[in-house]
């Protein structure tokens, strides 16, 4: 069975909504950058380590989606993290347990790890 535009355009549409914080019940957006600067630096084991944070903690308002490269290679592995009305964040030279760190008190409580923070705020607002 062929697929056809509408049908195609549909499912763009269903995906892309799901992928947006505006569009659903989601609290926070985390995108990993996985260029391939990213997952030779360590981005699999990032993205691993936000996975099973999740499961574990149960966060169900918590979306997790990858990128490609945010051309800042010499900063990977990064994330960025993005809140509802909020300025992105985004986190670079990341391992598990700053990723951790993240989770717990950024991702979870809503307290930005200002120790481990690039930038904030140069990115539009999703």
């Not at 269903?14 to 659903?24: E, F, H, P």
């Amino acid at each position: 069975m062929k697929i056809g535009p509408e049908e195609l355009d549909q499912i763009a549409e269903s995906t892309r909504s799901k992928m947006l914080l505006r569009a659903g019940n989601e609290r926070v957006k985390v995108v990993v950058h996985m260029g391939s600067c990213g997952i030779a630096s360590g981005a699999k084991k990032i993205l691993k380590a936000l996975q099973d944070a999740k499961d574990k903690a149960k966060a169900e308002d918590l979306i997790i989606s990858t990128s490609g490269c945010a051309g800042l290679c010499s900063q990977e592995p990064m994330i960025t993290v993005y809140q509802k009305a909020l300025c992105p964040v985004k986190y670079t030279n990341l391992n598990e347990k700053k990723v951790n760190t993240i989770f717990h008190e950024h991702i979870l409580m809503g307290k930005i790890v200002k120790e481990l923070v690039f930038s904030q705020g140069n990115e539009r607002v999703l």
